[in-house]
């Protein structure tokens, strides 16, 4: 079945390592973001990329950067974590065809704890 | 700021009955909403979307839109013990480059006992 699927599930880390968290997808979708959720304040947007050769910034980029390998790929890292980064973070992909917005498919989602 | 307004619960509802779950939004040009549901420790999983001003219906659930009021809400019907988990609104404002984004709320958590 096409899928979303991330990689690791669960990751625990140190303060101060590099970490990269991996989706990939067989939907065919161009269009892929990462999330990540807290307890009682829902998903923000980390960063978004619309194909390869576009990545956006969301509300929360700010400790993040992210790679788009190919149209199926899309990765995460956090270049010296921190314990605050400590959450769930969700892979989504979207394909917009009706030019009136988009259904987002999720990953089953990165549990992270830094330590 | 665009914002997703939701109450966040605990709603509380016995087996079936109906769940109403409320959301608002900021963004007076917003075109698309949605609603996910999210069982604890799972990924969100799209119930409903509604692009245009009334009522949509997918069997038990019926998805509500009012844009001169900036509220879209979902009332689930028959309410089932296995509909207790956290539901998601997202408004997509569908505009320009920003196309495509959404922009969730908090979720409101229900639980329906038996």
């Known amino acids: 079945d096409a899928d979303v699927t991330q990689t690791p599930r669960n990751r625990i880390t140190k303060t101060g390592k590099r970490i990269m968290l991996e989706c990939s997808q067989t939907?065919?979708?161009?269009?892929m973001y990462w999330y990540r959720q807290d307890p009682g304040l829902g998903l923000r947007l980390i960063y978004y990329s619309f194909d390869v050769k576009d990545i956006n910034k969301g509300e929360i980029s700010d400790g993040y950067s992210v790679s788009r390998q190919a149209q199926a790929k899309f990765s995460l890292s956090l270049e010296s974590a921190i314990p605050n980064q400590t959450a769930l973070y969700f892979c989504a992909t979207s394909d917009l065809t009706t030019g009136r917005g988009e259904t987002q498919y999720f990953g089953p989602g990165t549990r992270l704890l830094v330590l | 700021q665009k914002e997703v307004e939701q109450n966040s619960g605990p709603l509380s509802v016995p087996e079936g009955a109906i769940a109403s779950l409320n959301c608002t939004y900021s963004?007076?040009?917003?075109?698309?909403f949605f609603w996910y549901r999210q069982y604890s420790g799972k990924s969100p999983e799209l119930i409903m979307f509604?692009?245009?001003?009334g009522d949509k219906e997918d069997g038990r659930f019926t998805a509500q839109l009012n844009k001169a009021s900036q509220y879209v809400s979902l009332l689930i019907r028959d309410s089932q013990p296995s509909d207790s988990a956290t539901y998601l609104c997202?408004?997509?404002?569908?505009?320009?480059?920003?196309?495509?984004?959404?922009?969730f709320g908090r979720g409101t958590q229900l639980t329906v006992w038996p």
């Open positions: 997202a408004v997509n404002p569908d505009r320009g480059s920003t196309l495509g984004r959404l922009y």
């Open positions: 509604i692009y245009s001003n």
């Open positions: 963004d007076r040009g917003s075109q698309s």
């Open positions: 939907k065919g979708h161009d269009r």
